[in-house]
Protein backbone atom coordinates (compact mmCIF):
# COMPACT_ATOMS: atom_id res chain seq x y z
CA UNK A 1 0.00 0.00 0.00
CA UNK A 2 1.23 3.48 -0.69
CA UNK A 3 1.59 5.89 2.39
CA UNK A 4 -1.14 8.06 1.01
CA UNK A 5 -3.40 5.04 1.42
CA UNK A 6 -3.76 4.74 4.88
CA UNK A 7 -2.09 8.46 6.10
CA UNK A 8 -5.11 9.65 4.70
CA UNK A 9 -8.26 7.93 6.50
CA UNK A 10 -5.65 8.17 9.67
CA UNK A 11 -5.63 12.43 9.25
CA UNK A 12 -9.40 12.14 8.33
CA UNK A 13 -9.82 10.03 11.64
CA UNK A 14 -7.46 12.90 14.15
CA UNK A 15 -9.46 15.81 12.30
CA UNK A 16 -12.57 14.54 12.86
CA UNK A 17 -11.80 13.96 16.61
CA UNK A 18 -10.03 17.02 17.12
CA UNK A 19 -13.20 18.68 15.68
CA UNK A 20 -15.68 16.47 17.67
CA UNK A 21 -13.60 17.09 20.94
CA UNK A 22 -13.70 21.52 20.30
CA UNK A 23 -17.66 21.12 19.47
CA UNK A 24 -18.35 19.26 22.29
CA UNK A 25 -16.57 21.00 25.12
CA UNK A 26 -16.55 24.76 23.15
CA UNK A 27 -20.51 24.58 23.13
CA UNK A 28 -20.67 22.42 26.59
CA UNK A 29 -22.99 19.52 25.50
CA UNK A 30 -23.99 17.17 28.66
CA UNK A 31 -21.72 14.37 28.49
CA UNK A 32 -24.84 11.61 28.47
CA UNK A 33 -26.26 12.93 25.45
CA UNK A 34 -22.90 13.23 23.45
CA UNK A 35 -19.53 12.52 25.32
CA UNK A 36 -16.28 13.61 24.18
CA UNK A 37 -13.63 11.72 22.91
CA UNK A 38 -11.80 11.88 25.87
CA UNK A 39 -14.50 10.61 27.90
CA UNK A 40 -15.44 7.88 25.77
CA UNK A 41 -11.62 6.81 26.49
CA UNK A 42 -11.51 7.57 30.02
CA UNK A 43 -14.69 4.85 29.99
CA UNK A 44 -13.05 2.86 27.69
CA UNK A 45 -10.07 2.58 30.58
CA UNK A 46 -11.98 2.34 33.61
CA UNK A 47 -14.22 -0.22 32.07
CA UNK A 48 -11.37 -1.79 30.41
CA UNK A 49 -11.54 -5.52 31.93
CA UNK A 50 -15.44 -5.86 31.30
CA UNK A 51 -14.97 -4.27 27.16
CA UNK A 52 -12.39 -6.73 26.93
CA UNK A 53 -14.50 -9.76 28.45
CA UNK A 54 -17.09 -8.55 26.23
CA UNK A 55 -15.60 -8.56 22.96
CA UNK A 56 -14.18 -11.89 23.85
CA UNK A 57 -17.88 -13.09 24.58
CA UNK A 58 -19.58 -11.38 21.74
CA UNK A 59 -16.67 -12.54 19.47
CA UNK A 60 -17.21 -16.23 20.25
CA UNK A 61 -20.89 -15.98 19.65
CA UNK A 62 -20.11 -14.24 16.63
CA UNK A 63 -17.75 -16.70 15.66
CA UNK A 64 -19.89 -19.41 16.17
CA UNK A 65 -22.69 -17.95 14.54
CA UNK A 66 -20.77 -17.38 10.89
CA UNK A 67 -19.12 -20.82 11.43
CA UNK A 68 -22.55 -22.32 11.50
CA UNK A 69 -23.85 -20.38 8.85
CA UNK A 70 -21.11 -21.21 6.85
CA UNK A 71 -21.64 -24.71 6.65
CA UNK A 72 -25.22 -25.04 7.48
CA UNK A 73 -25.78 -22.42 4.27
CA UNK A 74 -23.14 -24.17 2.02
CA UNK A 75 -25.21 -27.42 2.68
CA UNK A 76 -28.39 -25.89 1.80
CA UNK A 77 -27.16 -24.11 -1.08
CA UNK A 78 -25.63 -27.20 -2.29
CA UNK A 79 -29.02 -29.39 -2.00
CA UNK A 80 -31.09 -26.56 -3.35
CA UNK A 81 -29.06 -26.58 -6.47
CA UNK A 82 -29.18 -30.07 -6.98
CA UNK A 83 -32.27 -30.30 -8.98
CA UNK A 84 -34.96 -27.69 -10.51
CA UNK A 85 -37.56 -29.46 -8.73
CA UNK A 86 -35.88 -28.70 -5.15
CA UNK A 87 -34.77 -25.39 -5.89
CA UNK A 88 -38.40 -24.16 -6.68
CA UNK A 89 -39.34 -25.74 -3.88
CA UNK A 90 -37.22 -24.63 -1.38
CA UNK A 91 -36.64 -20.72 -2.79
CA UNK A 92 -39.80 -19.76 -1.44
CA UNK A 93 -38.98 -20.79 2.16
CA UNK A 94 -35.39 -19.69 2.26
CA UNK A 95 -37.21 -15.92 1.11
CA UNK A 96 -39.99 -16.61 3.68
CA UNK A 97 -37.10 -17.21 6.73
CA UNK A 98 -35.14 -13.94 4.92
CA UNK A 99 -37.95 -11.63 6.23
CA UNK A 100 -38.59 -12.90 9.52
CA UNK A 101 -37.04 -10.15 11.97
CA UNK A 102 -33.95 -11.59 14.37
CA UNK A 103 -35.55 -9.76 17.45
CA UNK A 104 -38.88 -11.50 16.62
CA UNK A 105 -37.24 -14.73 16.76
CA UNK A 106 -34.59 -13.88 19.02
CA UNK A 107 -36.98 -14.84 22.57
CA UNK A 108 -37.70 -18.27 20.64
CA UNK A 109 -34.30 -18.94 20.66
CA UNK A 110 -33.76 -18.59 24.26
CA UNK A 111 -36.71 -20.68 24.84
CA UNK A 112 -35.14 -23.48 22.68
CA UNK A 113 -31.30 -22.77 23.77
CA UNK A 114 -31.78 -21.14 26.68
CA UNK A 115 -30.29 -18.16 28.10
CA UNK A 116 -26.76 -17.20 27.06
CA UNK A 117 -24.32 -18.67 24.13
CA UNK A 118 -26.63 -20.75 22.60
CA UNK A 119 -29.62 -18.63 22.00
CA UNK A 120 -27.10 -15.79 20.83
CA UNK A 121 -24.92 -17.73 17.98
CA UNK A 122 -28.45 -19.08 17.01
CA UNK A 123 -28.96 -15.27 16.14
CA UNK A 124 -26.15 -14.58 14.90
CA UNK A 125 -26.43 -18.11 12.62
CA UNK A 126 -30.41 -16.49 11.28
CA UNK A 127 -28.96 -13.19 10.45
CA UNK A 128 -25.81 -14.00 8.60
CA UNK A 129 -26.71 -17.36 7.31
CA UNK A 130 -28.96 -15.75 4.06
CA UNK A 131 -26.03 -14.16 1.87
CA UNK A 132 -24.17 -17.58 2.50
CA UNK A 133 -26.98 -19.37 0.93
CA UNK A 134 -27.70 -16.86 -1.61
CA UNK A 135 -23.56 -16.33 -2.58
CA UNK A 136 -23.13 -20.07 -2.60
CA UNK A 137 -26.44 -21.40 -4.96
CA UNK A 138 -25.71 -18.25 -7.41
CA UNK A 139 -21.78 -19.78 -7.61
CA UNK A 140 -22.82 -23.32 -8.09
CA UNK A 141 -25.48 -21.87 -10.96
CA UNK A 142 -22.70 -19.78 -12.35
CA UNK A 143 -20.84 -22.83 -14.22
CA UNK A 144 -19.92 -21.50 -17.72
CA UNK A 145 -21.56 -23.65 -20.28
CA UNK A 146 -18.51 -24.23 -21.98
CA UNK A 147 -16.08 -25.58 -18.94
CA UNK A 148 -19.47 -27.89 -18.05
CA UNK A 149 -19.53 -29.10 -22.13
CA UNK A 150 -16.08 -30.13 -20.90
CA UNK A 151 -16.84 -32.54 -18.30
CA UNK A 152 -19.86 -34.09 -20.53
CA UNK A 153 -16.85 -34.31 -22.81
CA UNK A 154 -14.85 -36.49 -20.96
CA UNK A 155 -17.02 -38.28 -19.01
CA UNK A 156 -16.64 -36.56 -15.99
CA UNK A 157 -18.97 -38.28 -13.18
CA UNK A 158 -21.33 -36.32 -10.96
CA UNK A 159 -18.74 -36.22 -8.15
CA UNK A 160 -15.76 -35.16 -10.50
CA UNK A 161 -17.88 -33.17 -11.42
CA UNK A 162 -18.51 -31.26 -8.47
CA UNK A 163 -15.62 -31.26 -7.09
CA UNK A 164 -13.78 -30.41 -10.07
CA UNK A 165 -15.93 -27.43 -11.64
CA UNK A 166 -18.85 -27.04 -9.70
CA UNK A 167 -17.02 -26.07 -6.35
CA UNK A 168 -14.19 -24.23 -7.86
CA UNK A 169 -16.93 -22.18 -10.03
CA UNK A 170 -18.77 -21.47 -6.98
CA UNK A 171 -15.36 -20.55 -4.86
CA UNK A 172 -15.49 -16.75 -5.60
CA UNK A 173 -19.03 -16.29 -4.90
CA UNK A 174 -18.98 -18.02 -1.42
CA UNK A 175 -15.90 -15.92 -0.51
CA UNK A 176 -17.76 -12.64 -1.13
CA UNK A 177 -21.02 -14.19 0.93
CA UNK A 178 -18.36 -15.17 3.73
CA UNK A 179 -16.97 -11.72 4.21
CA UNK A 180 -20.59 -10.16 4.38
CA UNK A 181 -22.01 -13.26 6.79
CA UNK A 182 -18.72 -11.96 8.60
CA UNK A 183 -19.90 -8.42 9.36
CA UNK A 184 -23.63 -9.43 10.07
CA UNK A 185 -22.85 -12.46 12.37
CA UNK A 186 -21.45 -9.55 14.81
CA UNK A 187 -24.90 -7.35 14.37
CA UNK A 188 -27.06 -10.59 15.01
CA UNK A 189 -24.95 -11.34 17.79
CA UNK A 190 -25.41 -8.28 19.64
CA UNK A 191 -28.97 -8.22 18.51
CA UNK A 192 -29.42 -11.50 20.45
CA UNK A 193 -28.16 -10.79 23.17
CA UNK A 194 -30.39 -7.83 23.87
CA UNK A 195 -32.40 -10.24 23.98
CA UNK A 196 -31.30 -13.29 25.81
CA UNK A 197 -27.48 -12.38 26.62
CA UNK A 198 -26.08 -13.33 29.84
CA UNK A 199 -25.92 -10.95 32.70
CA UNK A 200 -23.26 -12.85 35.19
CA UNK A 201 -19.56 -12.77 34.65
CA UNK A 202 -18.82 -12.81 30.98
CA UNK A 203 -21.60 -10.50 29.48
CA UNK A 204 -21.38 -9.67 25.96
CA UNK A 205 -20.67 -6.49 24.36
CA UNK A 206 -25.21 -5.90 23.48
CA UNK A 207 -25.82 -6.85 27.33
CA UNK A 208 -23.18 -3.99 27.96
CA UNK A 209 -24.54 -1.24 26.10
CA UNK A 210 -28.16 -1.84 27.09
CA UNK A 211 -27.33 -2.01 31.13
CA UNK A 212 -24.69 1.36 29.91
CA UNK A 213 -27.97 2.96 28.31
CA UNK A 214 -30.42 2.10 30.97
CA UNK A 215 -27.47 3.76 33.64
CA UNK A 216 -27.15 6.44 30.65
CA UNK A 217 -23.20 6.18 30.78
CA UNK A 218 -23.07 7.18 27.69
CA UNK A 219 -19.50 7.48 26.99
CA UNK A 220 -19.31 3.65 27.90
CA UNK A 221 -21.86 3.17 25.54
CA UNK A 222 -19.70 5.11 22.68
CA UNK A 223 -16.76 2.80 23.99
CA UNK A 224 -19.14 -0.71 23.27
CA UNK A 225 -20.38 0.48 20.21
CA UNK A 226 -16.47 0.65 19.10
CA UNK A 227 -15.76 -2.81 20.75
CA UNK A 228 -18.48 -4.01 18.22
CA UNK A 229 -17.12 -2.45 15.30
CA UNK A 230 -13.59 -3.49 15.45
CA UNK A 231 -14.78 -7.07 16.03
CA UNK A 232 -16.90 -6.83 13.39
CA UNK A 233 -13.55 -5.17 11.30
CA UNK A 234 -11.61 -8.44 12.70
CA UNK A 235 -13.74 -11.10 11.80
CA UNK A 236 -14.50 -9.33 8.01
CA UNK A 237 -10.45 -8.97 7.86
CA UNK A 238 -9.70 -12.64 8.43
CA UNK A 239 -12.67 -14.10 6.87
CA UNK A 240 -10.90 -11.85 3.55
CA UNK A 241 -7.43 -12.52 3.84
CA UNK A 242 -8.54 -16.18 4.40
CA UNK A 243 -10.31 -16.80 1.25
CA UNK A 244 -7.61 -14.79 -0.61
CA UNK A 245 -5.47 -17.34 0.52
CA UNK A 246 -7.32 -20.05 -0.43
CA UNK A 247 -8.23 -18.55 -3.93
CA UNK A 248 -4.42 -17.98 -3.66
CA UNK A 249 -2.91 -16.80 -7.60
CA UNK A 250 -6.32 -17.52 -9.09
CA UNK A 251 -8.05 -14.48 -6.69
CA UNK A 252 -6.74 -11.78 -9.21
CA UNK A 253 -9.08 -13.21 -11.92
CA UNK A 254 -11.60 -14.42 -10.12
CA UNK A 255 -14.95 -11.97 -9.60
CA UNK B 1 -40.46 -39.62 -43.88
CA UNK B 2 -37.87 -39.13 -41.20
CA UNK B 3 -35.41 -41.38 -40.02
CA UNK B 4 -35.60 -41.28 -36.09
CA UNK B 5 -32.26 -39.66 -34.54
CA UNK B 6 -30.06 -42.23 -33.52
CA UNK B 7 -26.50 -42.47 -32.92
CA UNK B 8 -24.16 -45.72 -34.03
CA UNK B 9 -21.39 -46.56 -32.51
CA UNK B 10 -18.03 -46.34 -34.64
CA UNK B 11 -15.23 -46.87 -32.23
CA UNK B 12 -11.15 -47.65 -34.21
CA UNK B 13 -10.67 -47.42 -37.42
CA UNK B 14 -11.83 -49.62 -39.90
CA UNK B 15 -10.21 -48.79 -42.59
CA UNK B 16 -12.33 -49.02 -45.59
CA UNK B 17 -15.25 -47.07 -43.31
CA UNK B 18 -15.48 -43.56 -43.23
CA UNK B 19 -14.51 -42.06 -40.05
CA UNK B 20 -18.08 -40.26 -39.27
CA UNK B 21 -21.38 -40.14 -41.76
CA UNK B 22 -24.09 -38.08 -40.69
CA UNK B 23 -27.58 -37.87 -42.43
CA UNK B 24 -29.96 -35.92 -42.71
CA UNK B 25 -29.18 -34.45 -39.28
CA UNK B 26 -31.49 -31.68 -38.25
CA UNK B 27 -31.94 -29.90 -35.04
CA UNK B 28 -34.57 -27.94 -33.89
CA UNK B 29 -33.75 -26.11 -30.10
CA UNK B 30 -36.44 -25.89 -27.86
CA UNK B 31 -36.72 -22.06 -28.36
CA UNK B 32 -38.23 -23.32 -31.39
CA UNK B 33 -34.74 -22.18 -33.84
CA UNK B 34 -33.98 -24.45 -36.49
CA UNK B 35 -30.24 -24.60 -36.16
CA UNK B 36 -29.77 -27.73 -38.74
CA UNK B 37 -32.10 -28.98 -41.55
CA UNK B 38 -30.62 -32.92 -43.51
CA UNK B 39 -27.29 -32.49 -43.00
CA UNK B 40 -25.17 -34.75 -44.66
CA UNK B 41 -21.78 -35.15 -44.25
CA UNK B 42 -18.78 -38.21 -44.57
CA UNK B 43 -15.52 -37.71 -43.31
CA UNK B 44 -12.59 -40.20 -44.25
CA UNK B 45 -10.28 -41.13 -41.21
CA UNK B 46 -7.53 -38.48 -40.94
CA UNK B 47 -9.19 -35.88 -43.18
CA UNK B 48 -8.98 -32.68 -42.43
CA UNK B 49 -11.78 -30.83 -42.97
CA UNK B 50 -12.48 -27.36 -42.80
CA UNK B 51 -16.33 -25.92 -42.23
CA UNK B 52 -17.39 -21.95 -43.67
CA UNK B 53 -20.27 -21.00 -43.47
CA UNK B 54 -22.38 -17.39 -42.35
CA UNK B 55 -22.69 -16.37 -38.91
CA UNK B 56 -25.62 -18.58 -37.03
CA UNK B 57 -25.94 -21.11 -39.88
CA UNK B 58 -25.43 -23.64 -37.32
CA UNK B 59 -21.58 -24.43 -37.21
CA UNK B 60 -21.14 -24.34 -33.98
CA UNK B 61 -24.25 -26.69 -33.85
CA UNK B 62 -22.90 -28.74 -35.91
CA UNK B 63 -19.77 -29.50 -34.33
CA UNK B 64 -21.38 -30.19 -30.84
CA UNK B 65 -23.66 -32.61 -32.45
CA UNK B 66 -20.84 -34.88 -33.43
CA UNK B 67 -19.10 -34.40 -30.14
CA UNK B 68 -22.29 -35.89 -28.55
CA UNK B 69 -22.98 -32.16 -26.38
CA UNK B 70 -26.26 -31.87 -28.39
CA UNK B 71 -28.54 -34.59 -29.86
CA UNK B 72 -30.01 -34.25 -33.15
CA UNK B 73 -33.75 -34.21 -33.04
CA UNK B 74 -33.88 -36.20 -37.12
CA UNK B 75 -31.35 -38.35 -38.79
CA UNK B 76 -28.41 -40.49 -37.61
CA UNK B 77 -24.96 -39.30 -36.53
CA UNK B 78 -21.96 -42.08 -37.32
CA UNK B 79 -19.05 -40.45 -34.92
CA UNK B 80 -16.68 -42.37 -32.22
CA UNK B 81 -17.70 -41.31 -28.81
CA UNK B 82 -14.73 -41.94 -27.96
CA UNK B 83 -11.14 -40.23 -28.31
CA UNK B 84 -13.01 -37.09 -29.35
CA UNK B 85 -11.41 -33.59 -28.47
CA UNK B 86 -13.07 -30.39 -28.60
CA UNK B 87 -11.41 -27.36 -28.95
CA UNK B 88 -13.44 -24.28 -28.31
CA UNK B 89 -13.15 -20.21 -29.23
CA UNK B 90 -11.75 -19.07 -26.02
CA UNK B 91 -9.35 -21.35 -25.00
CA UNK B 92 -11.86 -22.24 -22.37
CA UNK B 93 -9.35 -23.23 -19.89
CA UNK B 94 -10.16 -23.28 -16.20
CA UNK B 95 -8.82 -20.33 -14.30
CA UNK B 96 -8.17 -21.72 -11.23
CA UNK B 97 -6.31 -24.55 -12.68
CA UNK B 98 -2.63 -23.73 -13.93
CA UNK B 99 -1.69 -25.12 -16.82
CA UNK B 100 -0.17 -27.93 -16.26
CA UNK B 101 -3.21 -29.12 -14.24
CA UNK B 102 -5.66 -27.98 -17.46
CA UNK B 103 -3.96 -30.05 -19.52
CA UNK B 104 -4.08 -33.13 -17.14
CA UNK B 105 -8.08 -32.43 -16.58
CA UNK B 106 -8.66 -34.71 -19.06
CA UNK B 107 -6.46 -37.81 -17.89
CA UNK B 108 -7.53 -36.90 -14.31
CA UNK B 109 -11.43 -37.57 -15.58
CA UNK B 110 -10.46 -40.90 -17.06
CA UNK B 111 -9.46 -41.76 -13.62
CA UNK B 112 -4.95 -41.70 -14.74
CA UNK B 113 -3.07 -39.79 -12.40
CA UNK B 114 0.24 -40.79 -13.00
CA UNK B 115 0.66 -38.75 -16.46
CA UNK B 116 2.72 -36.43 -15.52
CA UNK B 117 5.21 -36.88 -18.48
CA UNK B 118 2.31 -36.84 -21.34
CA UNK B 119 1.35 -33.59 -19.98
CA UNK B 120 4.45 -32.25 -20.38
CA UNK B 121 5.15 -34.02 -23.28
CA UNK B 122 1.63 -32.52 -24.87
CA UNK B 123 2.89 -29.15 -23.46
CA UNK B 124 6.19 -29.08 -25.38
CA UNK B 125 4.42 -29.91 -28.37
CA UNK B 126 2.84 -26.91 -28.87
CA UNK B 127 5.69 -24.65 -27.57
CA UNK B 128 4.82 -23.64 -24.25
CA UNK B 129 7.96 -24.99 -22.36
CA UNK B 130 8.66 -23.21 -19.38
CA UNK B 131 4.96 -21.96 -18.87
CA UNK B 132 3.59 -25.42 -16.72
CA UNK B 133 3.01 -23.31 -13.37
CA UNK B 134 1.32 -20.53 -14.68
CA UNK B 135 -2.28 -20.04 -14.30
CA UNK B 136 -4.46 -19.21 -17.30
CA UNK B 137 -5.00 -15.48 -16.74
CA UNK B 138 -1.05 -14.98 -16.57
CA UNK B 139 -0.58 -16.13 -20.58
CA UNK B 140 -1.25 -14.23 -23.47
CA UNK B 141 -4.28 -15.10 -26.00
CA UNK B 142 -2.06 -17.36 -27.88
CA UNK B 143 -0.94 -19.07 -25.14
CA UNK B 144 -4.04 -19.57 -23.94
CA UNK B 145 -4.72 -21.44 -27.16
CA UNK B 146 -1.88 -23.45 -26.90
CA UNK B 147 -2.45 -24.65 -23.81
CA UNK B 148 -6.15 -25.23 -24.94
CA UNK B 149 -4.36 -27.28 -27.99
CA UNK B 150 -2.29 -29.65 -25.68
CA UNK B 151 -5.37 -30.40 -23.31
CA UNK B 152 -7.33 -31.76 -26.93
CA UNK B 153 -4.01 -33.74 -27.81
CA UNK B 154 -3.00 -35.07 -24.37
CA UNK B 155 -5.31 -37.71 -25.03
CA UNK B 156 -4.08 -38.70 -28.22
CA UNK B 157 -7.82 -38.30 -29.92
CA UNK B 158 -8.38 -39.88 -33.07
CA UNK B 159 -10.90 -36.93 -33.58
CA UNK B 160 -9.83 -33.07 -33.03
CA UNK B 161 -13.27 -30.81 -33.32
CA UNK B 162 -11.75 -26.96 -34.24
CA UNK B 163 -14.72 -23.87 -33.50
CA UNK B 164 -12.89 -21.10 -35.03
CA UNK B 165 -10.18 -21.28 -32.21
CA UNK B 166 -7.43 -19.11 -33.49
CA UNK B 167 -10.86 -16.64 -34.36
CA UNK B 168 -9.57 -14.30 -31.90
CA UNK B 169 -6.14 -14.05 -32.19
CA UNK B 170 -4.19 -11.46 -34.01
CA UNK B 171 -2.44 -12.63 -37.82
CA UNK B 172 0.49 -13.72 -36.87
CA UNK B 173 0.03 -15.43 -34.10
CA UNK B 174 -2.31 -17.14 -35.88
CA UNK B 175 -0.18 -18.24 -38.55
CA UNK B 176 2.25 -19.53 -36.43
CA UNK B 177 -1.04 -21.56 -35.29
CA UNK B 178 -2.01 -22.82 -38.01
CA UNK B 179 1.45 -24.06 -38.86
CA UNK B 180 1.75 -26.04 -35.64
CA UNK B 181 -1.83 -27.42 -35.88
CA UNK B 182 -0.75 -28.57 -39.35
CA UNK B 183 2.59 -30.14 -38.21
CA UNK B 184 0.32 -31.75 -35.70
CA UNK B 185 -1.79 -33.41 -38.07
CA UNK B 186 0.77 -34.54 -40.45
CA UNK B 187 2.06 -36.28 -37.26
CA UNK B 188 -0.70 -37.07 -35.30
CA UNK B 189 -2.70 -38.25 -38.15
CA UNK B 190 -6.28 -37.20 -36.50
CA UNK B 191 -9.02 -36.16 -38.48
CA UNK B 192 -9.88 -32.71 -38.17
CA UNK B 193 -13.38 -30.68 -38.39
CA UNK B 194 -12.29 -26.79 -38.20
CA UNK B 195 -15.06 -24.45 -38.08
CA UNK B 196 -13.66 -21.03 -39.48
CA UNK B 197 -14.89 -17.51 -41.10
CA UNK B 198 -11.64 -17.49 -42.79
CA UNK B 199 -11.46 -18.82 -46.01
CA UNK B 200 -7.95 -18.01 -46.67
CA UNK B 201 -7.56 -20.43 -43.15
CA UNK B 202 -9.56 -23.12 -44.71
CA UNK B 203 -8.24 -23.44 -47.36
CA UNK B 204 -4.51 -23.62 -46.12
CA UNK B 205 -5.28 -26.00 -43.22
CA UNK B 206 -8.03 -28.43 -45.23
CA UNK B 207 -8.17 -31.38 -47.73
CA UNK B 208 -12.16 -30.21 -48.04
CA UNK B 209 -13.86 -26.99 -47.45
CA UNK B 210 -17.11 -27.79 -46.76
CA UNK B 211 -20.01 -24.72 -47.24
CA UNK B 212 -22.86 -24.21 -44.92
CA UNK B 213 -26.14 -22.42 -46.12
CA UNK B 214 -27.43 -19.85 -43.66
CA UNK B 215 -29.72 -21.05 -40.90
CA UNK B 216 -30.97 -23.67 -41.15
CA UNK B 217 -27.44 -24.71 -41.97
CA UNK B 218 -27.30 -27.49 -44.84
CA UNK B 219 -24.08 -28.11 -46.70
CA UNK B 220 -24.52 -26.33 -49.88
CA UNK B 221 -20.64 -26.87 -50.97
CA UNK B 222 -17.74 -29.48 -50.84
CA UNK B 223 -14.47 -28.55 -52.44
CA UNK B 224 -11.42 -30.50 -52.41
CA UNK B 225 -8.17 -28.68 -51.68
CA UNK B 226 -5.93 -30.04 -54.15
CA UNK B 227 -2.20 -28.49 -52.74
CA UNK B 228 0.41 -30.49 -51.67
CA UNK B 229 1.28 -31.47 -47.74
CA UNK B 230 3.12 -30.58 -46.16
CA UNK B 231 1.76 -26.94 -46.44
CA UNK B 232 4.11 -24.44 -45.01
CA UNK B 233 4.08 -20.27 -44.97
CA UNK B 234 5.40 -19.99 -48.60
CA UNK B 235 2.09 -21.12 -49.81
CA UNK B 236 0.41 -18.06 -48.62
CA UNK B 237 2.08 -16.25 -50.81
CA UNK B 238 2.18 -18.69 -53.83
CA UNK B 239 0.33 -17.97 -57.15
CA UNK B 240 -1.09 -21.33 -57.19
CA UNK B 241 -2.81 -20.18 -53.69
CA UNK B 242 -5.26 -17.36 -55.27
CA UNK B 243 -7.44 -19.21 -57.36
CA UNK B 244 -8.18 -22.13 -54.67
CA UNK B 245 -9.15 -19.32 -51.96
CA UNK B 246 -11.22 -17.91 -54.72
CA UNK B 247 -12.82 -21.13 -55.36
CA UNK B 248 -14.11 -21.05 -52.01
CA UNK B 249 -15.32 -17.56 -51.76
CA UNK B 250 -16.89 -17.84 -55.10
CA UNK B 251 -19.34 -20.89 -53.55
CA UNK B 252 -19.86 -18.97 -50.05
CA UNK B 253 -20.64 -15.74 -51.56
CA UNK B 254 -23.30 -17.07 -53.98
CA UNK B 255 -24.86 -18.46 -50.46
CA UNK B 256 -24.48 -15.08 -48.55
CA UNK B 257 -26.48 -13.77 -51.21
N1 LIG C 1 -28.66 -23.66 -26.81
C1 LIG C 1 -29.33 -22.99 -27.77
N2 LIG C 1 -30.65 -22.74 -27.64
C2 LIG C 1 -31.32 -22.07 -28.60
N3 LIG C 1 -30.78 -21.62 -29.73
C3 LIG C 1 -29.48 -21.84 -29.94
C4 LIG C 1 -28.68 -22.53 -28.96
N4 LIG C 1 -27.41 -22.60 -29.42
C5 LIG C 1 -27.42 -21.97 -30.63
N5 LIG C 1 -28.65 -21.53 -30.94
C6 LIG C 1 -29.05 -20.85 -32.19
O1 LIG C 1 -28.83 -21.74 -33.24
C7 LIG C 1 -28.29 -21.05 -34.36
C8 LIG C 1 -26.99 -21.65 -34.78
O2 LIG C 1 -26.03 -21.39 -33.77
P1 LIG C 1 -24.50 -21.77 -33.91
O3 LIG C 1 -23.84 -21.30 -32.68
O4 LIG C 1 -24.38 -23.20 -34.24
O5 LIG C 1 -24.05 -20.90 -35.17
P2 LIG C 1 -22.59 -20.71 -35.75
O6 LIG C 1 -22.65 -21.06 -37.19
O7 LIG C 1 -21.60 -21.40 -34.94
O8 LIG C 1 -22.42 -19.13 -35.61
P3 LIG C 1 -21.07 -18.29 -35.45
O9 LIG C 1 -20.39 -18.32 -36.77
O10 LIG C 1 -21.56 -16.93 -35.11
O11 LIG C 1 -20.28 -18.93 -34.36
C9 LIG C 1 -28.18 -19.59 -33.96
O12 LIG C 1 -29.31 -18.91 -34.45
C10 LIG C 1 -28.20 -19.64 -32.45
O13 LIG C 1 -28.80 -18.47 -31.96
MG1 LIG D 1 -20.06 -20.75 -33.62
Not at chain 1, 58 to 77: P, Y
Not at chain 2, 23 to 33: A, E, H, K, M, N
Not at chain 2, 111 to 129: F, K, N, P
Not at chain 2, 181 to 192: I, K, P, R
Request: hydrophobic share 50%; with cysteine; glycine share 8%.
Amino acid sequence: MKPAAWLAPIGLLVAVMLAWQLIVTGLDVPKFLVPAPTDVFAAAVQHGGALLTGTRTTALESLAGFASSAVIGTAFAFVMTRSRLLEQSLVPYAMFLQTVPVVAVAPLFVLWFDVGFGSVAASSFIVAVFPVINAAAAGLRAVEPDHRALFVLYKASRWQTFWRLEAPSAAPYLASGLRSASGLAVIGAVVGEFVSGYTEGNAGLGTILLSANRQMQTSLMFAAVLCCSLTGLAMFGAVSLGARAFLGRWHAAAR
Amino acid sequence: MQALPSRNIANGPMDAAPHMRLSRVSLVFPTGTKALTDVDLVVEHGQFVAIVGPSGCGKSTLLRVIAGLETASSGTVDAPTRGVAFVFQDANLLPWRTIRANVALPLELAGDHTAGARVEDALRRVGLDGFFDQYPHELSGGMRMRASLARALVTRPRVMLLDEPFGALDEITRYRLQDDLLTLHAELGFTALFVTHSVFEAAYLADRVVVMSGRPGRVVGDLPIHLDRPRSASLRTDPAFGPVVQSVTDVLRAELT
